[in-house]
């Protein structure tokens, strides 16, 4: 079979695994009619996996990874990557060898299962991806692409739902537009303000990497439905902080930011430096294998304030959190504005545009290349329409949690 009818027989796979499926169940159900006279003299065979006695699934390992692997380097866009999710979707030995083959955003630039939205963005040339603000639900979409496409079969990577309180604002994060519970499988992080909107911490649902958080660390849980389920984790992280400084007096000119990333340490952008990479879901999400999960169980959350995490040890080596600061924009005469470089990706001025560098120490021996290198950028390009560019160490759920923090009202700092 040719490589391109493998590829099409691939894209098929999703609808045509459900009609098989359909069709051992009718057959089985025939079976059981025309042969229900017959008493058996033992205990029926357990149903196997449809999916694992197909022709698929016996392939040889070196043939099946040749073939993965041209479907990895041929599809690396969306919608068209979906094939290498549905290659990983086929059987437990599909999985395993595309979990082999597909790499990181850092090494590769492309986003492809769930968990690469927690990894860091590549190194070079930034991911671009843009949000649709809804302002009537007061929810936030973040795409994968350069600009909206006409037909909206844009990929939705994360979603936001903006809840206001009386002391503080939260934006909910999701894996999916319609549920924004956080008792969902979905649940990926949280925003969440002061009562001026000058402060901003990030949570995530999960530790940055593999590791265990101290047992003496300080936890809350809050209960949110009767049956707790052990596969769903949900337990908020701190991972981050979001300072808006004040301008009561609007004297300095645009808005002012520092974020610091406590999860990320400083020396991940020195010289052979690298970033925390988690490389799976929780159970209940590694079960998905897929950019859209659906599962909607209910849960425990549990707040978590890690002291390794909001207060990290910086006299430790390499303990020291990542601080990124706004780029300072030059004023135009001309223009009488504010105005930054934003390489064509901005087109309309707004006081929510901002660049991010990170602010080192020259004791840190970053380059002085390193520190002009722009991490993340977001600005307006349409009504309701921004664009959002990150790069490492900055993984996406991170550079879309900072630039929520600029949808929310400031008063006080601008």
């Known amino acids: 079979m040719s490589f391109k009818g493998i590829v099409r027989e691939l894209r098929e796979m999703k609808d045509g695994i459900g009609s098989m499926s359909r069709r051992v169940g009718e057959r089985k159900h025939w079976r059981s009619r025309t042969l229900s006279h017959i008493a058996p003299d033992m205990a029926p065979t ?4 449809v999916i694992q006695q197909g022709q698929w699934a016996n392939l040889p390992p070196e043939l099946l ?48 299962f769930p968990i690469s939205l927690k990894q860091p963005g590549p190194r070079q040339s930034p991911i671009q991806c843009f949000i649709r603000r809804d302002r009537e639900t007061s929810t936030y979409y973040l795409y994968y692409g350069l600009v909206p496409s006409e037909g909206e079969k844009d990929k939705l990577l994360l979603a936001a739902k903006r809840i206001r309180r009386a002391t503080s604002t939260v934006f909910v994060i999701s894996l999916v537009s319609d549920d924004f519970s956080r008792a969902s499988s979905t649940y990926v992080g949280k925003l969440r303000s002061n009562f001026l909107g000058t402060k901003f911490t990030v949570y995530d649902s999960q530790l940055p990497c593999d590791a265990v958080p101290p047992p003496n660390n300080r936890s809350s849980q809050r209960f949110h439905s009767k049956q707790v389920s052990p596969r769903v984790p949900a337990c908020n992280y701190s991972v981050g902080t979001i300072s808006y400084e004040l301008n009561i007096l609007r ?28 490389t799976s879901f929780p159970q209940a999400y590694d079960k998905q294998f897929a950019l859209s999960p659906s599962s909607k169980e209910k849960d ?23 601080v990124l600061k706004n780029k300072s924009p030059r004023w135009h005469e001309q223009l009488q504005c504010w105005c930054l470089n934003f390489r064509g990706r901005v087109t309309v001025a707004s006081v929510k545009n901002f660049q991010l560098v990170a602010a080192v120490d020259p004791s840190h021996n970053v380059s002085a ?3 002009e290198r722009v991490i993340l950028q977001f600005g307006k390009i349409g009504k309701d329409i921004f664009t959002l560019d990150y790069c490492y160490p900055l993984s996406c759920f991170q550079a879309f949690a900072i630039c929520l923090s600029s949808f929310d009202t400031k008063p006080a700092c601008e």
């Open 369 to 371: 290349e390193e520190q």
């Open 65 to 112: 990874q040749d073939i993965i692997q041209r479907v990895e380097e041929s599809e690396t866009s969306w919608p068209a990557r979906a094939v290498v999710v549905f290659c990983g979707s086929v059987c437990k030995s599909w999985r395993g060898i595309t979990r082999d083959i597909v790499k990181t955003p850092e090494q590769c630039g492309r986003l492809t």
């Open 300 to 322: 425990l959350i549990r707040e978590f304030s890690s002291t390794a995490l909001s207060e990290p040890n910086v006299s430790a080596p390499g303990a020291e959190p990542l």
């Open 46 to 49: 357990p149903p196997t996996n």
């Open 251 to 278: 004297t300095r000119g645009p808005r002012r930011m520092h974020c610091a990333m406590h999860s990320i340490p400083v020396s991940s952008i020195q010289d052979g430096g690298t970033a925390p990479t988690p």
